[in-house]
């Protein structure tokens, strides 16, 4: 168990460097789309707002990778493939149990969720400051402020 522990702890510190590498990427990028924009709109605020949240779920794909590829370095799975699905279900916390790892590994599952539910609600926030700004911007800018 303190194996286990051990490694979906160092596993969810691995996936929060990507996860905080990600936001600084989306916030430059969404920083410097919004110095280029003359006069910001509601399209323009919707194009940034798609922008953001590929960026942010690229984010959270490539957390499901890093815990896929744990599961096949301990060999839980053969293939990335079947890693890669069963990673998403967990950190989606759907818990659908149609594939799942040994009783040797299992802990991991349960750890992986609890990163995929704190990492997706990271990106939520994310998505929604953007948002919040966005549509500052077009208000003020549709008063011609």
Same mark, same amino acid.
Not at 33 to 52: D, E, T
Not at 67 to 86: I, M, P, T
Not at 103 to 110: E, R, T
């Given at each position: 168990?303190?194996?286990?522990?051990?490694?979906?702890?160092?596993?969810?510190?691995?996936?929060?460097?990507?996860?905080?590498?990600?936001?600084?990427?989306?916030?430059?990028?969404?920083?410097?789309?919004?110095?280029?924009?003359?006069?910001?709109?509601?399209?323009?605020?919707? +194009?940034?707002?798609? %922008?953001? =949240?590929?960026?942010?779920?690229? /984010?959270?794909? *490539?957390?499901?990778?890093?815990? #896929?590829?744990?599961?096949?370095?301990?060999?839980?799975?053969?293939?990335?493939?079947?890693?890669?699905?069963?990673?998403?279900?967990?950190?989606?916390?759907?818990?659908?149990?149609?594939?799942?790892?040994?009783?040797?590994?299992?802990?991991?599952?349960?750890?992986? +969720?609890?990163?995929? %539910?704190? =990492?997706?609600?990271?990106?939520? /926030?994310?998505? *929604?400051?953007?948002?919040?700004? #966005?549509?500052?911007?077009?208000?003020?800018?549709?008063?011609?402020?």
């Amino acid at each position: 168990m303190l194996t286990n522990l051990v490694l979906g702890l160092g596993t969810i510190m691995v996936c929060l460097f990507l996860q905080l590498t990600v936001l600084i990427w989306v916030f430059r990028f969404y920083r410097r789309r919004n110095q280029r924009l003359k006069s910001p709109s509601i399209w323009s605020g919707i +194009a940034s707002m798609q %922008a953001v =949240m590929m960026l942010l779920l690229a /984010g959270n794909i *490539m957390q499901i990778a890093v815990w #896929a590829e744990l599961y096949v370095f301990l060999g839980e799975f053969q293939d990335f493939e079947k890693a890669f699905y069963h990673s998403s279900v967990n950190f989606a916390t759907l818990g659908y149990g149609d594939v799942v790892m040994s009783a040797k590994h299992k802990l991991l599952g349960p750890l992986e +969720a609890v990163n995929g %539910a704190l =990492m997706i609600g990271v990106s939520t /926030g994310a998505l *929604m400051a953007a948002f919040q700004d #966005a549509s500052k911007r077009a208000i003020q800018s549709a008063r011609g402020s």
